[in-house]
């Protein structure tokens, strides 16, 4: 059908741009990706802004209506900073891993 066929060409659409930045390295996009898809989720949560600049957002994660622990925080300022140094693509595959996992758990 054609729903069918929309929905394989945007999985192929996917597939190939994530071969051509893996060929590209694009490491960097990849990185800004997983560190805004944490920075969104956890502001959204947290009601905080999702835009401010990495240590101004650690910042506010720290104020008890946050409700974080000074080990989380700690955990996430880490995480942001890993991100933001274009990790080695291992390392960029074990920071995505943290970020999935430091969001499940805050479900």
């Keep these: 059908t054609l ?3 929309r929905r394989r060409e ?3 659409y996917v597939t190939a741009m994530a071969t051509l930045y893996r060929r590209a390295q694009q490491r960097e996009v990849v990185a800004q990706h997983h560190k ?3 920075k969104r989720a956890l502001g959204r949560s947290l009601h905080v802004n999702a835009s401010l600049p990495d240590d ?3 910042q506010r994660l720290q104020t008890p ?3 974080l622990n000074a080990e989380d925080v700690e955990a996430i300022h880490q995480l942001l900073t890993q991100l933001e140094h274009h990790p080695a693509e291992g390392s960029l595959v074990r920071l995505a891993a943290k970020v ?3 969001l499940a758990a805050r479900k």
């Design 65 to 67: 209506e946050a409700t």
């Design 36 to 38: 805004q898809r944490l």
């Design 3 to 5: 729903t069918a066929m």
């Design 56 to 58: 101004e957002f650690v």
């Design 10 to 12: 945007a999985a192929e």
């Design 100 to 102: 999935d996992e430091l």
